[in-house]
């Protein structure tokens, strides 16, 4: 995730040059917000924190009747395509499976991969779109049931 390359950089994983980027952007040192976004059971998580992510997964998947989670980070043409393709190859995902920030994995939260198709008919959909898409910021891809977000969310209602 993110969360953990963000904190890898602050902590000076990384030359001073990215260093400084952050910290001129305000990302150094990463905000209580950012530092909950560690990886579960990983360097930057605490005891505390994997707990909530138990709880959470747990309900998570007691609850859910549809979910979107992407399987991309080339998603819809837009302003924010050219930084989630950056971040989709430069961060160190653990899988080619990511949204630009997020991975598919981590988006199931215990749920089977299986329940999920590529339609936006969908309930459990997992398109092909970058975490801008997937966050309503963008707009549905003109010829690609796997580029819609806004149509998968119109069926649901």
């Known amino acids: 995730m993110a969360g953990d390359f963000t904190q890898d950089v602050c902590n000076d994983k990384y030359t001073n040059v990215v260093t400084d980027l952050l910290e001129l952007i305000g990302q150094c040192p990463p905000s209580p917000a950012r530092k909950s976004l560690s990886y579960q059971n990983e360097k930057y998580s605490s005891k505390r924190l ?3 992510y138990g709880l959470a997964q747990e309900a998570y998947h007691t609850n859910v009747t ?3 989670c992407s399987t991309s980070y080339n998603g819809a043409v837009s302003t924010y395509l050219l930084q989630l393709l950056l971040a989709g190859t430069v961060l160190p995902h653990k899988s080619k499976e990511n949204d630009g920030l997020v991975e598919f994995q981590s988006c199931l939260g215990g749920l089977d991969p299986a329940l999920f198709g590529s339609s936006y008919l969908d309930r459990f959909y997992a398109p092909k ?4 898409d997937t966050a309503f910021l963008t707009h ?4 690609k049931d796997n580029q819609k ?5 119109e069926c649901l209602l």
């Not at 779109?129 to 801008?132: K, P, Q, R, T, V």
């Not at 549905?140 to 010829?143: T, V, Y």
């Open 140 to 143: 549905d891809g003109l010829f």
């Open 129 to 132: 779109l970058n975490h801008a």
């Open 66 to 68: 549809a979910v979107m």
């Open 50 to 52: 994997n707990t909530a």
């Open 149 to 153: 977000p806004f149509k998968w969310f």
